[in-house]
């Protein structure tokens, strides 16, 4: 015959407080060290470095006999003063700023000439038709560039496409964001 059991039927035991799932309690860790110990090491090295420093303010130790100042007194008698350093006199009377105030200075200045000082190079190519592109994009917008062959014995020959010279850092500026907004943006001002 088969037997069911209802197990959502019965209860189930109610735990104690503080009790685990597998049934032991656990037990706290001992330190190794009991802690009065520990207090009274503390103390032991607190009292000794005290009574170091104790000693330590004592350089002369005259409190421990009176023999001992007595000869004191005897051996204070018999060194000499030593000489004293000769007095400071009044401070010394600086007249540096006087002097300064005859002095001139001559700084010669080269007057630099600002015609065209900036040029933009929108980019530097090795083959003349790239460079070639580049430069009809620009006449597209309304530029002048021009392509100079840059000939060098580490790189190589470069075609390097120019705009300007510019009397101004501000013009260049805007042809330069004329260009950025036109998706140009690899050119930069020297």
């Known amino acids: 015959m088969i037997t069911t059991k209802d197990y959502a039927a019965t209860q189930r ?10 049934g032991r309690k656990m037990k ?9 110990l520990w207090l009274t090491l503390g103390l032991v090295i607190g009292v000794f470095t ?9 350089n002369d130790f005259d409190f421990i006999a009176n023999d001992s100042q007595a000869s004191t007194l005897e051996n204070q008698e018999q060194i000499k ?6 007095p400071i006199t009044q401070d010394p009377q600086y007249s540096f700023h006087e002097i300064l105030k005859e002095k001139t200075v001559e700084v010669e200045t080269e007057v630099l000439a600002t015609k065209g000082t900036f040029v933009m190079q929108c980019g530097a190519f090795r083959q ?10 620009l006449a597209m917008l309304g530029l002048q560039a021009e392509i100079k062959l840059s000939d060098t014995p580490d790189t190589g020959s470069w075609y390097r496409v120019l705009l300007g010279p510019y009397s101004s850092k501000r013009a260049a500026e805007n042809d330069r964001h004329r260009l950025q907004d036109n998706q140009i ?3 930069k001002i020297w």
């Open 13 to 22: 035991p109610k735990r104690k407080a503080g009790a685990s799932r597998s």
């Open 28 to 36: 706290p860790a001992k330190s190794q060290v009991p802690g009065w």
């Open 50 to 58: 005290s009574f170091l420093l104790f000693l330590g303010r004592f």
């Open 81 to 86: 003063p030593q000489k004293s350093a000769p």
């Open 128 to 137: 003349i038709e790239m460079a070639d592109n580049l430069k009809a994009k």
């Open 185 to 187: 943006n690899r050119c």
